[in-house]
């Protein structure tokens, strides 16, 4: 487990390994939960489009868009 070290301003470096793999970048905020015998450090997102990031990733794969368009405005011409 890797662990760091309180400097004499009272920071904390995080271990790159742990950075990595939340993607922590410079400026992100972090939540910070005193418990009973330990310091729970979470990310928090700035912005909720973080959060939503990749959502709809491959929604369209093998699809062609401009073919799906045509096909939705022939539709819709029919139901009019």
């Given at each position: 487990?890797?662990?760091?070290?309180?400097?004499?301003?009272?920071?904390?470096t995080?271990?790159s390994?742990a950075?990595?793999?939340?993607?922590?970048?410079?400026?992100?905020?972090?939540?910070?939960?005193?418990?009973?015998?330990a310091?729970?450090?979470?990310v928090?997102?700035?912005?909720?489009?973080?959060?939503?990031?990749?959502?709809?990733?491959?929604?369209?794969?093998?699809?062609?868009?401009?073919?799906?368009?045509?096909?939705?405005?022939?539709?819709?011409?029919?139901?009019?």
């Amino acid at each position: 487990m890797p662990s760091t070290k309180v400097s004499s301003k009272h920071q904390v470096t995080l271990p790159s390994e742990a950075r990595r793999r939340l993607g922590i970048q410079p400026g992100d905020r972090l939540s910070v939960e005193v418990t009973e015998d330990a310091l729970v450090l979470r990310v928090r997102s700035a912005r909720p489009s973080v959060r939503l990031r990749g959502l709809g990733r491959g929604s369209w794969a093998g699809l062609d868009p401009v073919e799906e368009i045509r096909t939705l405005r022939e539709q819709s011409d029919e139901q009019r």
